[in-house]
């Protein structure tokens, strides 16, 4: 299963998990004010019942971070893998997109013309730069026995767009995974409401 399908599921029973322990806290307290208020012993064993719901659903939750956390440490390794597989392509990589860059800058200093897609990358990289190479640009424009070039954006045969989230999302989720319970913590919640109907 693919992380970016799997995570949301833990993540949804994660808070399933708080919503029920937050409910069952709540109904043992009124079972033990019942229980100070009357003596009454059944709300005393209700009490008593419920916060062993209480501490079954919290070891829960603790089972279910410690596999979200595993999750998690898959998804930013293969957000890192990614991260680092496109700074190291020698078509797009650091290195390769900084020479595309001085490429740029130099060609407008000539006076020659880049496409826009070019120059604004260059802006982005280094504005004083590309200052410099527009104020050349212009001025070698100017000269009347000047012929300037027409270049193709050095962007056009790029080895390909990275995106680490997609990377991440669409790694194959690794290691046994527990189940979710399909109708999850609700299920106990209802279970331990049921209890409090009888008694």
Do not use: C
Not at 7 to 34: C, F, G, M, N
Not at 187 to 195: F, K, N, P, R
């Amino acid at each position: 299963m693919k992380l970016g399908e799997v995570i949301p599921k833990y993540r949804s029973y994660r808070q399933e998990l708080v919503d029920q322990t937050r409910s069952l806290a709540k109904q043992r307290d009124e079972a033990q004010k019942k229980f100070e208020l009357t003596g009454d012993k059944k709300f005393e064993e209700e009490a008593a019942t419920l916060q062993l719901s209480v501490e079954a659903s919290d070891e829960e939750f603790k089972k279910n971070q410690e596999v979200l956390d595993g999750l998690m440490e898959q998804y930013t390794a293969a957000w890192n893998a990614e991260v680092a597989r496109q700074q190291s392509d020698p078509e797009t990589g650091y290195a390769a997109t900084m020479g595309k860059i001085m490429t740029t800058a130099m060609r407008m200093s000539r006076g020659d013309n880049v496409p826009y897609s070019d120059e604004k990358k260059l802006q982005e990289a280094n504005d004083k730069l590309y200052a410099a190479a527009k104020q050349a640009q212009a001025m070698m424009k100017q000269m009347k026995n000047h012929k300037a070039k027409d270049y193709d954006s050095l962007w056009d045969e790029e080895g390909g767009e990275y995106d680490p989230e997609a990377a991440a999302e669409n790694a194959e989720a690794t290691g046994e995974l527990p189940e979710i319970p399909e109708t999850g913590a609700q299920e106990a919640g209802m279970e331990a409401s049921a209890g409090d109907s009888e008694g």
